[in-house]
């Protein structure tokens, strides 16, 4: 696996230390910094699944070449 879309993926990272340094800080609750932390992840995951069955889509990583 390689990262095939490095700016989405640095953009995912620093929103989800982003969400994860202000629940620490006590800025947001984690009633509302779990779901975003979770729509972060999942929609990582999803683009992972669309690289890895071939669908067109700008992924976060895709296949070896």
Excluded: C, H, Q, W
């Amino acid at each position: 696996m390689k990262i095939a879309n490095p700016s989405k993926a640095f953009i995912l990272l620093v929103g989800l230390l982003s969400v994860v340094v202000l629940i620490a800080l006590d800025k947001v609750s984690t009633d509302a910094g779990l779901p975003l932390i979770s729509a972060v992840i999942f929609y990582g995951i999803g683009n992972g699944v669309a690289a890895k069955s071939g669908k067109a889509s700008s992924p976060i990583v895709g296949p070896r070449e």
